[in-house]
């Protein structure tokens, strides 16, 4: 089954500046609006176990596959049950995003095993390396060394590509500080991936799309974590 383009869920008349890290295809946007309303902040919970869906179940994207911790089990768990189909690759790099886009980046023995299971070549692109110098993955939002975590609550995937074995998806999601979704930074990440093994995998990463672009375009999850 493949995924099919639904209306965006949301619109906003928003201005964006922000920094891409290149090597890991990741996009940040400060979005600022004059016409939003004032609202109360969203408090993100704690992360909990949750349980995935068996892989034959095809189902529209909910931006949680894995559970909705941010660990390498969360990831792994991801990539085992993201079924051979558009939304499964939408399904694990959603996954895998939620993983990596963080503060405290994930740590060298995260990174190695993240790569030696879902990254087709380490050559090629360089998981570990690229994580090693802590680099700033809000594309600068957030200051450097000032803990985030992302959150697919207000997220938009957006299938570029498909051609069975590949597939380029772009992932957006919210800045999450101090357990608080932030109201205006969000964060856009381009992955090509390849079905290897009886899984998906990591091929690299490419030039995203800015973020205003992809919260135009992009389709909303049917859950969020």
């Known amino acids: ?72 089990a969360m990831v792994l768990a991801a990539q085992e049950a993201a079924p051979h189909t558009s939304n499964g690759a939408v399904e694990f790099a959603t996954s895998y995003v939620r993983w990596l886009t963080r503060y405290p980046v994930p740590s060298p023995a995260e990174a190695e095993a993240v790569a030696a299971a879902a990254v087709v070549d380490s050559g090629a692109y360089d998981l570990v390396g690229s994580l090693a110098d802590e680099p700033n993955l809000s594309g600068s939002l957030v200051p450097n060394g000032e803990e985030f975590y992302v959150s697919t609550v207000p997220g938009v995937w957006n299938l570029e590509s ?52 992809l919260f135009s375009v992009g389709t909303g999850y049917t859950g969020g974590c």
């Open 1 to 72: 089954m493949r995924a099919e383009a639904r209306p965006p869920r949301r619109k906003w008349p928003w201005i964006v500046s922000g920094v891409v890290v290149a090597a890991l295809g990741v996009a940040g946007g400060i979005w600022y609006s004059a016409s939003l309303p004032d609202k109360p902040p969203i408090v993100i919970g704690s992360p909990g176990p949750v349980t995935p869906p068996p892989r034959n179940d095809d189902v529209e994207p909910t931006g949680c596959l894995g559970g909705d911790s941010r660990d390498t």
């Open 162 to 213: 498909y051609a069975g074995d590949t597939a380029e998806i772009s992932v957006g999601v919210g800045v999450v500080i101090d357990g608080e979704l932030h109201p205006q930074f969000r964060i856009s990440t381009m992955l090509t991936l390849s079905w290897e093994g009886d899984a998906w995998h990591v091929d690299h990463a490419n030039q995203p799309r800015t973020t205003e672009e």
